[in-house]
């Protein structure tokens, strides 16, 4: 089974109307690549970066969305409110957002179903952290994330699983390439009896993934392409994580 790899960027809380140069120089260094790509600026960048990257080989995504449409959720933002500036696909469920504002597994999936309610793609993440990987139950603890996380329904077409062991995120260490191809032979497996188009849906590995050892992340058994964090932020190194995705 061969599936599309994606490069995701998770720009996180960093961003401001003159990284515009930066994206600019990934949209014109991406070119037509053999991977589909994907940018998740700040909210308030999502508009501009949208028209900007319209026609080219770079999609435009959220990082994360209420599951509500609209309503009284002060500061918040609805899957409806980043398709209507241009987004495409939105994150769900990653580890920051799990451990800084409390979200629960059920929480993951009322957004998860919410992006799909406005046309996205959700990309939901999972991920153990440190003291469970030591204590051997990295496994559980991801597939029993994702058994919560993911809605029914979800298709390859509208949803992509992100890995990231909590304790590689921004450190710049990352699991052996065994322990990477074990996880996602896992999630796999999870997948499998679940969803009839399992085979086909990505999941991608995330954490400290840099130019340096993508393409020997890439490699790895179910490894998908990668969500980026750090990495994404400048054209230079996240062109040759496109590079590699598209290898």
């Known amino acids: 089974m061969t599936r599309r790899k994606l490069a995701a960027g998770n720009w996180k809380m960093n961003g401001l109307e ?7 120089a990934m949209i014109d260094g991406a070119g037509s690549p053999n991977c589909d790509v994907l ?45 209507d500036a241009g987004g495409t696909a939105v994150i769900v469920g990653h580890s920051e957002r799990r451990t800084d504002h409390g ?13 799909w309610r406005a046309g996205l793609i959700a990309i ?7 003291a469970q990987r030591d204590a051997g139950n990295a496994i559980d603890v991801v597939t029993d994330q994702l058994a919560a996380s993911i ?3 979800a298709t390859a077409a509208n949803t992509v699983v992100a890995y990231e062991p909590i304790w590689a995120i921004g450190t710049g260490r990352t699991p052996t390439n065994e322990d990477i191809a074990a996880m996602h032979d896992a999630i796999r497996a999870h997948l499998a009896p679940r969803f009839s188009d399992a085979e086909d849906m990505r ?6 993934v840099k130019p340096g050892n993508a393409a020997e992340i890439f490699a790895v058994s179910n490894v998908d392409g990668g969500l980026v964090g750090g990495a994404s ?10 590079a590699a995705a598209s290898a």
Do not use: R, W
């Not at 979200?103 to 992006?115: C, F, L, P, W």
């Not at 999941?203 to 400290?208: C, D």
């Not at 932020?233 to 496109?242: H, R, T, Y």
């Open 18 to 24: 003159s990284s515009m140069a930066e994206l600019k």
């Open 39 to 83: 940018i998740c600026p700040p909210a308030t960048l999502i508009t501009g970066f949208a028209a900007a990257a319209s026609g080219s080989a770079v999609s435009i995504g959220g990082q994360d969305c209420h599951a509500n449409a609209s309503g009284a959720h002060t500061g918040d933002i609805s899957a409806e409110m980043i398709a």
């Open 103 to 115: 979200e629960s597994d059920a929480d993951i999936n009322a957004k998860a179903q919410a992006a």
């Open 124 to 130: 939901i993440c999972c991920g153990e952290p440190e």
């Open 151 to 153: 809605p029914e329904g």
């Open 203 to 208: 999941v991608l590995y995330g954490g400290s």
């Open 233 to 242: 932020l400048k054209a230079s190194d996240f062109l040759g994580i496109v």
